[in-house]
């Protein structure tokens, strides 16, 4: 669910232009689509901190999942397009929000 693409700007600086599908647990039945929103917004933050810009959000809505994933059969899927240095794709991950 991750796609990438390079393209060089003006500054032969490459940037990467992705394209995330973030899957939020529906586990507690009382997220709200305004929950998930904030989690996008705290993703956002974090490819902006790393020098990246998100172009593009989509909330597509609470959405049944083709298989079980840690007993979840539904979960709220958002759309992100994202412009970021490759830079801000390197780490140990640790500051992904859940």
Known sequence: MFRQRRAAN????????CHSTRISSSRV???TAAQVEA???TF???????GGQVTKK??????????????NRKGHYTL???DAPPAAGDGDGAQHAH
């Open 10 to 17: 003006s500054h032969r600086e490459t940037i990467r232009k």
């Open 29 to 31: 039945r009382t997220r």
């Open 39 to 41: 989690l996008t917004e």
């Open 44 to 50: 956002t933050n974090i490819i902006t901190e790393q």
């Open 58 to 71: 989509e909330y597509w809505g609470l959405r049944s999942l083709a298989y079980r994933i840690k007993k």
């Open 80 to 82: 992100l397009n994202i």
